[in-house]
């Protein structure tokens, strides 16, 4: 190949080249990757970014060969820009797979991207750290690259026309660099970030592949996935063949999560601040229950919401798994889902809720707001056309996570949004502020909420359970949000429950995630499907452990009628802690004897082996 269009060629992408291998670099240290995967992502990128551009670069001068549009000058500048389109695009989708990880794990989907730029003026408003600048900074970032695009057009315009003959050496470096890339990547792939074999296969493309990865070579992993779903739904009856005759419940269903919410800030539960006090007065009502320790599978959306509605811990859980949805809909319920937030567009999420769905109707649906907006909900409702079918409604609130759009009439507690720049106790004390305006937003529509679910009847008839996917976590150790660890403050969270014919739980004491479905089928006294891993509450509380995972993180709670004790053991790193899941700041590690930690140990490899 001639060495003078190679010259051309990288003097032409140089700068860029630069930029974008720095920022694959920056990326992988920011995410603390082992230096072998650093290096093995940032030479993926290399050969992605000369590739693509390498072809770029051909497509246009086999143009400028056949039109012969090199008599037109100012096209070079047209190339210049379609070639920082290309590199812009490079940025937007590294800088969202940074985000997404940073703040759940994985890298943000391009579903949600899309709908994250379309809001995002009031992203930026109802964030509690003020990242406009960083906004404003990284606008700056496209615009210098574009003016470096355009200094640099006439070497584009060489480079192009050096191309247009689709040379033979051209093509031949052209495909030998290809089945390079191919292979890289393939390796790539098949070397998670962090070593850890238990992770679940129905995410794991989603944890171990960066943005780009995953979108060009995710098929990669179908088989594998396909498996997995087949072996979970080898453990029952087809989904479809589960009813038994004769039974016909006629109560009807709610289920409503509110995002982010821990139990700790409720009155109900203590917290001294009168964030929620619509929610404090349901529970004086005789047919409403509180469960003391409730705990969330995982401290994330994804997993937290699936465990609800399947009854299956995430670490067992396939693609298809026959939930509390599917069971109700055997029996003629109408399935509805009205939801803030983003979920069909969350990796999937929503398409996983049920085999058989009614009305779904979720925040993209919405042309008149914002899809983290909780008036969605109220709208939602007025779709329900026919309130005399038996009806499982499933409810979720964004208000009480940072991304839930923040109303003023709310905003009681300040100072509520803190620089990047601040200290850290100015931003715990905003972050909380923020939070708690959150809770008292969510409260407010809660409250409209059960004033329509009574104007249409549905109360009299009804159970409801109000819990949260997960908890937050407010500061400690100088981190904020979710989707990382499994401290008790990640995974307290609240659980009501309400019976209209006044039929009462046995075990106010502790409860998980997974205990929520099969509660409600013993409930409607419906037989509870046999591959569902969790305990009706109509039954006395018996000594249990569960299991909890956050990626590489797992957790076993003990609990028993003295006490509840976590403990966690990072897979990746090896790294142990032990809490009082009942004074959640309280690190048990030097208080506990030697057996008891054996014991909690034992039991906690003992079920990741199986």
């Known amino acids: 190949m001639n060495k003078n269009l190679i010259k051309t060629f990288l003097s032409a992408i140089g700068p860029q080249l630069v930029l974008a291998i720095s920022l694959a670099i920056l990326f992988f240290i920011f995410l603390n990757y082992p230096l072998f995967n650093t290096f093995l992502g940032v030479s993926f990128h290399l050969f992605v970014f000369i590739y693509f551009q390498a072809w770029l670069y051909l497509f246009f001068g086999f143009l400028y060969y056949q039109l012969m549009l090199k008599r037109w000058e100012k096209s070079k500048y047209l190339f210049a820009f379609l070639s920082w389109l290309a590199f812009s695009s490079y940025l937007i989708i590294f800088l969202a797979s940074f985000v997404g990880r940073h703040n759940w794990g994985h890298p943000l989907p391009f579903s949600m991207l899309i709908i994250i730029l379309k809001d995002i003026p009031i992203w930026l408003n109802t964030f509690p750290s003020n990242i406009t600048p960083l906004f ?17 057009a006439d070497k584009k315009l060489k480079a192009i026309t050096s191309f247009q003959g689709w040379g ?10 290809a089945v390079i890339f191919i ?23 989603f944890t171990t592949h960066d943005p780009i990865s995953s979108f060009i070579f995710l098929s990669i992993w179908d088989e594998i996935i396909i498996q997995d779903n087949v072996l979970q739904l080898n453990k029952s009856k087809p989904w479809n063949e589960q009813r038994m005759p004769g039974l016909t419940p006629k109560q009807n269903v709610c289920l409503i999560v509110v995002d982010a919410l821990r139990a700790d800030h409720l009155g109900m539960y203590g917290y001294e601040r009168p964030v929620s006090p619509f929610l404090d007065q349901l529970v004086l009502d005789d047919k409403w229950q509180k469960v003391q320790w409730a705990s969330s599978s995982c401290s994330s959306s994804y997993c937290g919401i699936l465990s609800i509605l399947k009854g ?33 567009g969350w990796y999937g999420l929503g398409n996983r809720y049920a085999h058989e769905i009614n009305l779904f109707y979720e925040g993209v649906d919405s042309k008149e707001r914002v899809s983290s907006d909780d008036q969605l909900i109220l709208d939602g409702l007025e779709k329900i056309e026919d309130w005399s079918t038996p009806q499982f409604l499933m409810i979720h609130l964004m208000s009480s996570h940072y991304a839930g759009k923040k109303e003023d009439e709310f905003k009681k507690y300040l100072p509520a949004k803190y620089s990047l720049a601040a200290p850290y106790e100015e931003k715990r004390i905003a972050y909380a502020n923020n939070y708690d305006n959150g809770i008292l937003q969510a409260d407010h529509y809660l409250e409209k909420v059960f004033a329509k679910l ?3 009847g549905f109360l009299e008839n009804s159970i409801v359970i109000i819990t949260s996917d997960h908890g937050e ?17 990640l995974l307290h969270v609240p659980f009501l429950i309400y019976n209209s014919n006044g039929r009462r739980i046995k075990n106010d004491y502790y409860a998980t995630h997974i205990d929520i479905a099969p509660t409600i089928a013993d409930l409607l006294e419906l037989p509870i ?10 039954k006395d509380f018996q000594n249990r452990q569960s299991i909890h995972q956050q990626t590489d993180e797992f957790a076993i709670i003990s609990a028993d009628s003295s006490r509840i004790i976590e403990y966690i053991k990072n897979t990746a790193t090896g790294e142990e802690s032990y809490f009082d899941f009942q004074q959640e700041d309280v690190n048990l590690k030097d208080l506990l004897t030697d057996s008891t930690k054996n014991a909690l140990q034992h039991q906690l490899d003992s079920i990741l082996r199986n």
């Open 473 to 489: 976590n407010l500061g400690k150790n100088e981190f904020f949000g979710h989707a990382a660890g499994l401290e008790p403050f």
């Open 183 to 205: 292979l890289v990547s393939k390796i790539y792939q098949k070397i998670p970030p962090y070593p850890n074999k238990a992770r679940r296969v129905a995410f794991y493309a």
């Open 168 to 177: 033979k050496w051209t093509s031949v470096s052209l495909t030998l660099l």
């Open 136 to 152: 404003y900074a990284f606008i700056l970032l496209l615009a210098f690259s574009l003016l470096f695009s355009l200094k640099y």
């Open 454 to 456: 009574e104007a249409t």
């Open 312 to 344: 299956l811990w995430w670490k067992d859980q396939g693609l298809t798994d026959f939930g509390l949805p599917d069971l109700l809909s055997l029996y003629d319920y109408q399935n509805n889902f009205i939801l803030s937030g983003i979920h069909r």
């Open 529 to 538: 499907p046999e591959q569902w891993q969790g305990v009706s509450l109509l």
